[in-house]
């Protein structure tokens, strides 16, 4: 399951921008226009991380900080926000966030503090290296492949492919984002290496769902492809 973040933001460009690059990442996302609304799409949605601007109509990043701490939960918040005092960032961290980023900012900044937040924040259950999809199970905990329920012997470096490819549904990789991603900054061999790799797995994948896929994205690279 992809990890589900709101977003609280009354700037429908900053939203819409925090947006595509969340989805990029294989995260999916919900954008809430008001503090108001916030709320109501937290308790319907039940996300998994919230970036919070403090600046809102309705109900300020305060109020929506502490109702979402007054129901109990543990939900990740990250705050948004154009102040940077030193005094904000305690008042945010004091009331229950778990980060503080100050706009303007970088979307590289925001992608990373939102993995180390999640990395911080999440349960162990939640954090073991499998996956789930329909008839696919890729444990990488047990380097283990299950196919249409079925034990599929994989060599470790295929099962490292296919994991990092489906941990991000529908992202395009390069070639040589792959060989950096996979086998490490200091691969100097072929990027056909991948291209190898991927025709194996697809030896063992093809045909076994209509629901996902791994797919050759011409002149580009390849994804790991969920049907919605």
């Not at 319907?44 to 309705?58: C, K």
């Not at 701490?69 to 948004?80: A, F, H, N, V």
């Not at 290496?193 to 797995?201: C, F, S």
Request: glycine fraction near 8%; hydrophobic fraction near 40%; include cysteine.
């Amino acid at each position: 399951m992809a990890t589900k973040v709101l977003i609280v933001e009354d700037d429908s460009n900053i939203a819409q921008l925090l947006q595509l690059y969340l989805e990029k990442e294989g995260f999916t996302s919900e954008i809430a226009p008001d503090g108001g609304k916030g709320v109501e799409l937290f308790r319907s949605l039940e996300p998994d991380l919230v970036l919070l601007d403090i600046m809102l109509p309705v109900m300020d990043g305060w109020g929506v900080c502490r109702k979402i701490r007054e129901d109990g939960s543990k939900t990740p918040i990250i705050m948004l926000t154009a102040k940077g005092e030193t005094l904000d960032k305690v008042s945010g961290l004091e009331m229950g966030a778990d980060d503080y980023i100050v706009k303007p900012f970088e979307m590289k900044e925001v992608l990373a503090r939102i993995h180390a937040v999640l990395r911080r924040t999440l349960p162990d259950e939640v954090q073991e290296k499998k996956l789930t999809y329909d008839k696919l199970v890729i444990n990488l905990d047990s380097y283990e492949l299950l196919v249409n329920g079925r034990r599929v012997d994989t060599p470790p470096k295929e099962m490292e492919l296919l994991y990092h490819m489906a941990s991000s549904p529908n992202r395009v990789f390069t070639r040589n984002q792959l060989l950096d991603e996979v086998w490490g900054f200091d691969y100097f061999g072929d990027s056909r290496t991948v291209d190898v790799h991927i025709k194996r797995l697809r030896e063992k994948l093809e045909g076994v769902s209509e629901k996902w896929s791994l797919k050759t994205v011409w002149g580009v690279g390849y994804k790991f492809e969920v049907i919605q």
